[in-house]
């Protein structure tokens, strides 16, 4: 089954927890000094919200996968429709460890598919992702993630 995943960039952390748990009438399942993470079922979304010093607002969309072979399948969709995706496994991003399949869209907005298989202690690690760059989850930004 699959979840849509939206990462927001937010100014103030605090606030943007207290105004998404009041939303969601739910704490969120993961809290950090610099993020905080929902997992909901109604709706079916994985919010992310970070105050990792990029611009405020909308950071990626995604979908998360509960199996590698979904993952697999969505990849190789967007690859057989001609989009440039980037893979990265066994990566460390927003205290999680997965394996992602990034795409740009027509719109110029940042799709991350992926398969979270852990926890991780740390944000995760800035890494060059090829047409992504301008500042995706553990993609350069001004001075990254």
């Known amino acids: 089954m699959k979840r849509l995943h939206l990462h927001v960039s937010v100014p103030h952390i605090e606030q943007a927890v207290a105004f998404y748990t009041t939303l969601f009438d739910a704490p969120p399942v993961v809290i950090k000094d610099d993020y905080a993470k929902w997992m909901l ?34 990849a190789s969709r967007l690859k057989a429709a001609g989009n440039t995706t980037f893979d990265q496994e066994a990566t460390t991003c927003c205290y999680a460890n997965s394996d992602k399949s990034w795409v740009t869209d027509t719109a110029g907005v940042r799709w991350e598919t992926f ?30 993630c």
């Open 115 to 144: 398969f979270t298989h852990g926890e991780a202690t740390s944000y995760g690690e800035d890494e060059v992702l090829p047409e992504l760059a301008s500042g995706a989850c553990c993609a350069p930004k001004a001075a990254c």
């Open 41 to 74: 079922d109604d709706p079916r979304i994985n919010l992310a919200i970070s105050s990792r010093a990029r611009g405020v607002g909308i950071d990626h969309v995604g979908i998360q996968v509960d199996a590698p072979n979904e993952l697999a399948a969505l």
